[in-house]
């Protein structure tokens, strides 16, 4: 319990002087006391499993994640804007259901919110106990569960389990 608190506080205040940049004296001092509140207040309830941080490859995983989901991010912004500008592209929206095998809290928040933060798709539930998200997609190309499941997310769900599993 002490080490999810401790870790919390370290990751709080990485951020903080990322946020303040370039950090002075007082910037410090501030962010080491929220930091410090934060971790002291939430830190039992965020980082559950504490052997994950331990793990330098997947600080590489989550770096690899962060420009592939940029990359899908540009690519999906190009697509919404293609079929806007250009009536005669598709536009057939609808809510899928999709299968996903990650399990931890945080793995589900990061694919449904890169599911989310990808423009034409919008994670709209989570069932956590049969593995299951129901997707709001501009263009439904598929019903079937399977097929769904391999264009929306299985390309997040590859990176985000060696991350977070």
Not at 125 to 130: L, P, T, V
Request: hydrophobic share 50%; with cysteine; proline share 4%.
């Amino acid at each position: 319990m002490i080490m999810s608190k401790i870790i919390l506080f370290i990751f709080g205040f990485l951020v903080w002087v990322f946020l303040v940049w370039p950090a002075d004296w007082q910037h410090i001092l501030v962010g080491v006391a929220v930091a410090g509140f934060v971790a002291f207040v939430t830190g039992d309830m965020f980082v559950r499993r504490v052997h994950h941080f331990k793990n330098p490859s997947r600080y590489f995983w989550f770096l690899y994640y962060v420009v592939f989901f940029l990359w899908e991010c540009v690519k999906a912004n190009i697509d919404v804007a293609l079929r806007v500008m250009n009536p005669r592209l598709p536009i057939n929206p609808g809510i899928v259901k999709v299968k996903t095998t990650l399990k931890s809290d945080t793995g589900l928040t990061f694919l449904a919110n890169s599911i989310t933060l990808t423009p034409g798709t919008l994670c709209v539930d989570i069932d956590e106990e049969k593995g299951y998200l129901y997707i709001h997609w501009i263009d439904v190309r598929s019903q079937d569960i399977n097929k769904a499941t391999e264009l929306i997310v299985k390309r997040f769900e590859k990176v985000l389990k060696r991350v977070f599993e």
